[in-house]
């Protein structure tokens, strides 16, 4: 007897049925820390932690400037990108961008949240800056198109005021950083003072200064930008 010959026409898929209930797919958060860090020291560490345990961040990505507006005497780009580097690797959830480094001429902000966000469309960012640098920040180039690119988040020490006039209230956020007390000026005048910056900054980072000799009197010479003009007020 001859069997019947098996359809070989489509196949359906069975019928599914979307869940209503269902949370759409949650976005990678992306912490971008930018800064000169010259050089990188616990405040900006902790002030990273702290931003990415309260945000739930996924990654802080440390952006050192490479030519930072209208500051004078800043230590050669490649040096704060390695001390940079030797600060974050113990912690998984650091990592360090020479997007700022590698671009020619001036830092601006604006034009690292646009290669950022090029660079990761899944990404939602937030923008990790010193709370008075945030008062600032209607000065700085292109200030309208930066909240359509990042929620900016201002970490500041205990009892510092900021006043938000101007600033969008959903695009902002204020967060106290203790370790905030520190500062990179106070650290390289500790050095050129042969004063020491053991448990202000990374032990790393100590001895990389040590070695390469950076901030030291009889040091070499730091970079010197050119005098020009501030159009956009950023520093």
Same mark, same amino acid.
């Given at each position: 007897m001859t069997r019947p010959t098996p359809s070989t026409g489509p196949t359906l898929a069975p019928a599914t049925t979307e869940d209503p !209930?269902?949370?759409?797919?949650?976005?990678?958060? %992306?912490? &971008?820390?930018?800064?000169?860090?010259?050089?990188?020291?616990?405040?900006?560490? &902790?002030?990273? @932690?702290? /931003?990415?345990?309260?945000?739930?961040?996924?990654?802080?990505?440390? /952006?050192?400037?490479? $030519?930072? *507006?209208?500051?004078e005497g800043v230590s050669p780009a490649e040096h704060r990108y390695l001390m940079t580097v030797i600060a974050t690797a113990s912690n998984p959830r650091f990592t360090v961008s020479r997007v700022d480094i590698d671009r020619a001429g001036d830092t601006y902000t604006i034009d690292t949240l646009r290669e %950022?966000?090029?660079? =990761?469309?899944?990404?939602?960012?937030?923008? +990790?800056?010193?709370?008075?640098?945030?008062? $600032?920040?209607? @000065?700085?180039k292109d200030?309208?198109?930066?909240?359509?690119?990042?929620?900016? /988040?201002? &970490? !500041? =020490?205990?009892? *510092?005021?900021? @006043?938000?006039?101007?600033?969008?209230?959903? =695009? &902002?956020?204020?967060?106290?950083?203790?370790?905030?007390? +520190?500062? @990179?000026?106070?650290?390289?005048?500790?050095?050129?003072q042969g004063d020491p910056v053991w448990y202000l900054v990374p032990d790393g980072v100590v001895q990389y200064i040590n070695k390469h000799r950076l901030y030291a009197v009889g040091a070499p010479p730091r970079e010197a930008p050119a005098n020009r003009p501030n159009p956009q007020g950023e520093a």
């Open positions: !209930t269902a949370q759409p797919a949650r976005r990678f958060r %992306l912490g &971008v820390m930018g800064g000169t860090f010259d050089p990188i020291h616990h405040g900006h560490l &902790v002030a990273a @932690s702290e /931003v990415q345990s309260l945000l739930d961040l996924d990654e802080v990505v440390f /952006v050192p400037t490479g $030519q930072p *507006y209208l500051k %950022l966000r090029a660079a =990761r469309p899944d990404a939602d960012l937030f923008f +990790i800056t010193g709370a008075d640098a945030l008062e $600032q920040i209607l @000065s700085w200030a309208d198109e930066l909240w359509e690119l990042a929620q900016f /988040v201002g &970490v !500041t =020490r205990p009892g *510092y005021g900021l @006043s938000e006039a101007g600033l969008p209230a959903d =695009r &902002v956020t204020l967060q106290e950083v203790p370790a905030m007390a +520190i500062s @990179s000026t106070d650290c390289r005048a500790r050095v050129a």
